[in-house]
Structure formats: C-alpha cells, structure tokens
C-alpha cells in the first residue's frame, strides 16, 4: 500500500541533513587533477579516462551521503590501524619529516601516489625485512573474508597493482621498499576481525599498471575513447559504472 503521506521519522531527518552537509563539503573540494595510482587496477579503460577528465558522471549516480559516510568509516578504521600497530611494536611512518602523506609523482605531475605507511622496523617475533610498503584497507565481512580465503592478488587485483605500483614509485625515495614485500592489512567493518598478508614486489603487475597509465594519458590527449571493458551495456562492470549511461552513447570525455 502507497502511503502519500510519509512523514520523515527522526532517524530520515537527522541523516538527511548530515547527508546533506557531506554531500555540500564533497562538491565544494577541488578535484584532482591528475590520475590516481591506486585506480590503475580497474577493469575498464575507458572508466579511466572519464574519470581523469571529470567528466559528469550520470545523473543520479552521484555519491551519495551514505557512500560518503561509508568513506570517511574507512578513515576512521586506518587510524585505529595505525593506532594499534604501533601499540603492537611497528615502527610505522605515515607522514613525511615535513610533514603530509609519503608519496610519488610521475608522467609530470599526471600520475600520483599517497601510500599509507611506511614501515620502518617490527616486533622480533615477527619475520619481516624492513623498509616496508603498508597497505590498509576496511572491507565489509563478505569481502574481507573473500580477501582472507583468496589472498590479496586474486581477490582484490586492484589494490594489488596499487601495493606493486607504490612499491615501484617510492623505491626511488626509500631504497629497498620494492625488494621487501608489503604489508597488506584489512579490517572486517563488521567483526572488527584483522588480516594480514605479506605481499612480495610483482614488477611485472607494476609495470604493466605503469603502462596503462600512460596509455590512459595519452588517449585522453589525443582525444580518442579507449575500449570499453565489455560489448555488453549490461555486463557487471558497466551496470556499476558511474558513466554507464553517457559511454554507450558514445559521447566523448
């Protein structure tokens, strides 16, 4: 039964205003203007390139409050992360001497970085070789234990060509991070359960990463769209994409 006269209870009213506020702050930050590292593992090209050209995403497809609160819960998590891998015995570095996030610039400025950690040493009980990539991420409890059961490369391949990217780009900075592996960790949101993983450099996942990113930039350059991820406007990947709508249309970025 249609209830036309649907009152906003007071849970509806409280959430519609902080969405509201999350959504006004969201619109008012300056978009980046370089294309992000830890994106080079997404399946589709052309999601890519519409991404680094801002261009509008479809209408209705915006972030929502509640996505944007969901962001700012995985900030919350990384620092209770932080917080308790140093209380563990890691010397974790998450910003620079002069402060701000450790990170990497490349292709003049185009294609950027910001890790988040650095590990410097560790609790002798644990087998590890230092300087250190540090990786975290907050999965709801399906895909953190997809992650635990498959491993990070299998699982998640696009945080595992942002772990080889990082490690590649910082080597330059902080010699030795590529030879050590990498310490990935995610949090269940919902059992507050930890994993970790010990990732081993993988150049050629690196390099190939590397290469799309160019690849990227110089299509967007030249003007021309990239192939789709899909033949299939209803294919996974697509249905979930933000462009959906204006790329079969063929509408250029």
Known sequence: ???????????????????????????????????????????????????????????????????????????????????????????????????????????????????????????????????????????????????VKRGLTLSKPIYAAQVALYQAYMEPQIPGIASNPALFTAINKDTAEIYFEWVPFNGELAQRASDRGVRVLQSCDAGELLPRVSHDPTHYECRFCPWQDRCWREVSP
């Open 1 to 147: 039964m249609l209830d036309f006269n649907h009152q906003p209870n007071l849970s509806e009213q409280i959430c519609a205003r902080i969405d509201g506020a999350l959504q006004s702050a969201q619109a008012q930050q300056t978009p980046r203007n370089y294309l992000g590292a830890s994106r080079l593992g997404v399946a589709c090209d052309r999601a890519l390139q519409f991404e680094y050209l801002k261009a509008p995403v479809d209408e209705g497809r915006e972030f929502s409050g509640q996505t944007l609160r969901i962001f700012a819960a995985g900030h919350v998590f990384e620092s209770l992360a932080i917080d308790w891998l140093r209380a563990a015995g890691f010397d974790l570095h998450t910003e620079t001497f002069i402060g701000g996030q450790y990170g990497f610039s490349a292709v003049d400025g185009r294609l950027r970085g910001h890790v988040d950690g650095i590990l410097a040493a560790g609790p002798d009980v644990i087998t590890a070789q230092y300087p250190a990539l540090w990786e975290c991420k907050s999965l709801n409890s399906k895909s953190w234990k997809d992650t």
